[in-house]
């Protein structure tokens, strides 16, 4: 009996060892090609990196913002992007593209900005007017 468990812990240690390598090779390999694809493209000149999420270039800044009044489709987008973490749907895109949408054009889907998962909107009107104080809308030159 102790025999066994002997020779079954070695062949373990051998197994894993050698398993070990190759993990370590693949996983050098992945970083690679991660540091040559670690870029996101934010808009002319503007780079946010996968592994700190630092900010390189220079990127377009708005010049305005405020907060609106009454309900519009633009203020609905803005109240959706920014209740799951987003500035504005231009933050948006440059993560994940174009939200997708329903067909009177309100945004359907958009990901959590800090665990990507993904939060679904009804069709109709999501922003009601006591939370009009809550939202943001940007603008830019």
Same mark, same amino acid.
């Given at each position: 009996?102790?025999?066994?468990?002997?020779?079954?812990?070695?062949?373990?240690?051998?197994?894993?060892?050698?398993?070990?390598?190759?993990?370590?090779?693949?996983?050098?390999?992945?970083?690679?090609?991660?540091?040559?694809?670690?870029?996101?493209?934010?808009?002319?000149?503007?780079?946010?990196?996968? #592994?700190? !999420?630092?900010?390189?270039? %220079?990127?377009? @800044? $708005?010049?305005?913002?405020?907060?609106?009044?009454?309900?519009?489709?633009?203020?609905?987008?803005?109240?959706?992007?920014?209740?799951?973490?987003?500035? #504005?749907? !231009?933050?948006?895109?440059? %993560?994940?593209? @174009? $939200?997708?949408?329903?067909?009177?054009?309100?945004?359907?889907?958009?990901?959590?900005?800090?665990?990507?998962?993904?939060?679904?909107?009804?069709?109709?009107?999501?922003?009601?007017?006591?939370?009009?104080?809550?939202?943001?809308?940007?603008?830019?030159?």
């Amino acid at each position: 009996m102790e025999g066994l468990s002997i020779s079954a812990m070695s062949v373990g240690r051998r197994a894993s060892s050698s398993h070990g390598s190759a993990l370590n090779r693949n996983n050098s390999l992945r970083a690679s090609r991660q540091s040559e694809m670690s870029k996101y493209k934010l808009a002319e000149g503007c780079y946010i990196t996968e #592994d700190n !999420n630092a900010i390189e270039g %220079k990127c377009p @800044e $708005p010049t305005k913002m405020y907060r609106p009044k009454e309900w519009s489709p633009e203020v609905e987008d803005a109240f959706r992007i920014q209740q799951t973490g987003w500035r #504005d749907i !231009n933050d948006y895109k440059a %993560k994940y593209g @174009e $939200p997708e949408r329903w067909e009177n054009g309100f945004v359907r889907c958009t990901r959590v900005k800090a665990n990507g998962y993904y939060t679904y909107w009804r069709s109709t009107r999501e922003c009601e007017d006591k939370y009009l104080n809550k939202v943001k809308v940007f603008e830019y030159k």
